[in-house]
């Protein structure tokens, strides 16, 4: 939530727990992950400076262990986990960032990309390319898998398209 707490659901028709413990009281939750492969395991991010801003639990969220060391002091918006390669990419204040260890140590991610406000992440698996939704500098699609080229689209395509009612 934006007040810096996080419910769990079990399983569908049971109540949520409030699962928060370990993480930045007050502090806007912006994003959160759940691995495919264990719904145990998850990160969020946080919102704000002056605290840590990316987190992981493996106990679904019974406890939260900071992850943010390395990454600059600046708001955390969006984290997605690529199944296939164990890859996350977080998006950042400061552009992405991504980590090969679960969030042991992060670099700079996406030659190209700009350096700017990243507010959110959608990874489609399928075609393995990430596209970051900038403040200002529009939605960029990057390649994240070895062989996978990004194209543009034709000219005159509806990237969008509304249907009348």
Avoid at 6 to 33: D, E, K, M, Q, W
Avoid at 38 to 59: E, I, K, L, Y
Avoid at 82 to 111: C, E, H, I, P
Wanted: hydrophobic content about 40%; proline content about 7%.
């Amino acid at each position: 939530t934006d007040q810096g707490t996080v419910y769990v659901r079990a399983t569908t028709g049971t109540p949520f727990t409030l699962r928060s413990a370990g993480l930045p009281a007050g502090a806007a939750i912006t994003g959160i992950a759940v691995d495919p492969r264990d719904s145990g395991h998850a990160w969020c991010t946080v919102s704000g400076t002056g605290t840590p801003h990316v987190f992981r639990t493996t106990d679904a969220g019974a406890s939260w262990t900071d992850i943010s060391s390395g990454l600059p002091d600046l708001p955390a918006y969006s984290i997605v986990i690529d199944d296939k390669s164990r890859m996350l990419y977080l998006a950042t204040f400061q552009g992405v960032f991504a980590s090969t260890n679960d969030g042991a140590s992060w670099t700079r991610f996406g030659v190209g990309l700009p350096n700017v406000l990243s507010f959110d992440l959608v990874l489609d698996e399928a075609r393995g390319i990430l596209a970051v939704a900038t403040y200002g500098r529009g939605v960029w699609e990057i390649a994240v898998r070895p062989g996978v080229t990004v194209t543009a689209p034709p000219p005159g395509a509806a990237l969008f398209s509304q249907s009348a009612r």
